[in-house]
């Protein structure tokens, strides 16, 4: 099931761990990964996600 229907909520550090997990799986170098959480109010404003 999805998130969703299982009334799960998604917050600022799950979506900060699947970062780090798709910059592991495509092989992001270190120097082009994201640092910080400048990124992070974006998203979530981008993708109606509440923090």
Do not use: T, Y
Not at 11 to 30: A, D, H, Q, T, Y
Not at 33 to 38: E, I, N, T
Request: glycine fraction near 6%; charged fraction near 35%.
């Amino acid at each position: 099931k999805h998130m969703e229907e299982k009334e799960e909520q998604v917050n600022g550090p799950m979506i900060k761990e699947k970062r780090c997990r798709f910059e592991n799986l495509f092989n992001v170098s270190k120097d082009e990964r994201l640092s910080g959480d400048g990124w992070l109010a974006p998203f979530c404003q981008a993708f109606k996600i509440h923090k």
